[in-house]
């Protein structure tokens, strides 16, 4: 079972961290929500729960509870830039349908 980043997106992430001036790594997980079901969820961690799986890509620490990872395990996050947008891109093998703005998916 792993969560992966990309070395763009683990470049990102520690770039980020350095101009917090904190953090402990990137908090992943999923959330019920939109026309699909789920939605993915972001955030810097600064602490470590006792329930979190924890994987580290090119340096960074990615931390996942335990209810999130059976969504998302073997999922590799990139940082894309499209045109004028920027932001995570997620490549997860579980997804089986996403709604069409791409806000929520299913497994």
Do not use: W
């Not at 959330?31 to 470590?48: I, P, V």
């Not at 340096?59 to 990872?69: C, E, P, Q, T």
């Amino acid at each position: 079972m792993a969560v992966t980043l990309t070395e763009r997106a683990a470049q990102h992430v520690k770039s980020f961290i350095e101009k917090r001036g904190k953090g402990l790594g990137l908090r992943v997980g999923v959330k019920t929500s939109g026309c699909s079901g789920m939605a993915y969820k972001l955030e810097y961690a600064d602490s470590q729960d006792v329930a979190d799986s924890v994987f580290k890509s090119f340096g960074v620490r990615i931390f996942v509870d335990s209810k999130s990872l059976p969504f998302i395990d073997g999922t590799e996050l990139d940082f894309v830039k499209e045109g004028l947008n920027e932001g995570f891109k997620f490549k997860n093998p579980n997804e089986k349908a996403s709604c069409g703005c791409g806000e929520s998916f299913t497994v």
